[in-house]
């Protein structure tokens, strides 16, 4: 199996939820820039083989894989992909819930959100069932399942990437294990970048909703232009990022409280922090900081969406970091490649 067809098998495995039915989290460019700022943050023991040129290109063209996904017309895929690029968190709140009280299980946490949403139904607008073709606006999105999920199966490739270095795998076994881990590298590294998209992570995804006392834009193009037109007119590259790319980090891996995931809580922690800069903002658009027009003061926001930028490559690194340090021994690898060992005829 190549790097592509390696790609291709994660792809159907990563497919499981629903999404934002206007508006991506960056465009391709953007997404490619958190990826590649995450590859700088790693540390030199990190396993080089990811930063041979081909290897670094693929997670980066990985970084827009998600997003192709929703291009396809199939109701069955936009119907799981879609909401995995994001959280409303405010909906949270509505449904009787908290951050903390979420089970970090996809499916444990539709039942308690369900459940929460019938019991708080006059705090939800009624669903319109002939705008919502893809079946998914019950839902405030599954953006931390995702990226924990997608952690998960990170730490198992580097798992079983180790038993085939240490324990005699061929050439080829060890070959497709690194493809399988630059996989899933690249693609986890789109979610964990939309999350750094504040509007990823607020129900005022596509300009402000409900009561505005403040003012703010309602204009549903903003999110497509904090997405990528801001950038592009701000110039904002890789180049210009890379210096201040931040150094990854462990994050928590230990058993939580009641038995509380931990890279779950890492995340629903770097979410809550995107969403409290959604109103910021909304601020910085509404003096100007971000206009189309080139006027003078048009480009004041650049340094509010580098930030987010960063914040993006920095979390990205830390989970594969932590997802290298902590991937436990496959000891069933390990058994079915020694037993593969003592079976080979011993040369005379």
Partial sequence: MNRRTACSAVALVLLVAAGIPSGRAWDYEGHRLINKLALASLPPEFPGFVREPAAAERIAFLAGEPDRWRNAPGLPLRHVNN????????????AGLSPESLSPLRYEFALQFAAGREAHADRFQRINLAKDAERIREWPGFLPWTITESFARLQSAFSYLRAFEENGGTPAEVENAQADVVCFMGVMGHYVGDGAQPLHVTVH????????????TTDPKFHAWIDGGFIARAGIAYARLAPRARAARILQTEAQPGGR????????????????????????????????????????????????????????????????????????????????????????
């Fill in 83 to 94: 909401p995995d690029h994001y959280l409303d968190l405010e909906q949270i709140e509505w």
């Fill in 205 to 216: 995804h596509n300009g402000w909703a409900g009561a505005n006392p403040h003012g703010y």
């Fill in 261 to 348: 995931d931990a890279m779950f809580s890492e995340v629903m922690r770097y979410l809550e922090a995107q969403n409290r800069r959604v109103e910021p903002l909304y601020e910085v658009e509404k003096s100007g900081g971000l206009r189309a027009d080139g006027s003078p003061g048009s480009l004041d926001g650049r340094e509010f969406i580098e930030e987010q930028l960063l914040r993006g490559g920095e979390m990205l690194g830390s989970i594969w970091l932590t997802a290298w340090r902590t991937a436990p021994v496959d000891g069933f690898l390990e058994k079915q490649l020694a037993r593969r060992t003592s079976a080979r005829p011993v040369a005379k």
